[in-house]
Nanobody, 115 residues
Framework: QVQLVESGGGLVQPGGSLRLSCVAS????????MGWYRQAPGKQRELVAT???????NYADSVKGRFTISRDNAKNTVLLQMNSLKPEDTAVYYC?????????WGQGTQVTVSS
């Protein structure tokens, strides 16, 4: 099973930026679909962004133009650059890996957008 460790969350003011990082264990990272999801209090977990093995990206409409997902296969790392943050972006953000239908989740990192 792939182990995922997220970092980079915190408290930021509206309009600010944060960068989340997720490091994955294992030797198959380069062919694994990676993604970021988030879950706000009282809401279901939702897709934020995904990136395929050949770096094709997909974003939720709510974050398009503000968030950027990227990957560094040499470092087994996937990043989520979040700009122009809004209070509604407040949530626990989870890293996800999907290798041939087998998924893993990180422990989550809290992002709070508040003045």
């Amino acid at each position: 099973q792939v182990q995922l460790v997220e970092s980079g969350g915190g408290l930021v003011q509206p309009g600010g930026s944060l960068r989340l990082s997720c490091v994955a264990s294992g030797t198959f990272f380069s062919i694994t679909v990676m993604g970021w999801y988030r879950q706000a209090p009282g809401k279901q977990r939702e897709l934020v962004a995904t990136i395929s093995s050949d770096s094709y990206t997909n974003y939720a409409d709510s974050v398009k133009g503000r968030f950027t997902i990227s990957r560094d296969n040499a470092k087994n790392t996937v990043l989520l650059q979040m700009n122009s943050l809004k209070p509604e972006d407040t949530a626990v953000y989870y890293c996800n890996s999907n290798l041939h239908g087998v998924g893993s989740w990180g422990q989550g990192t809290q992002v709070t957008v508040s003045s």
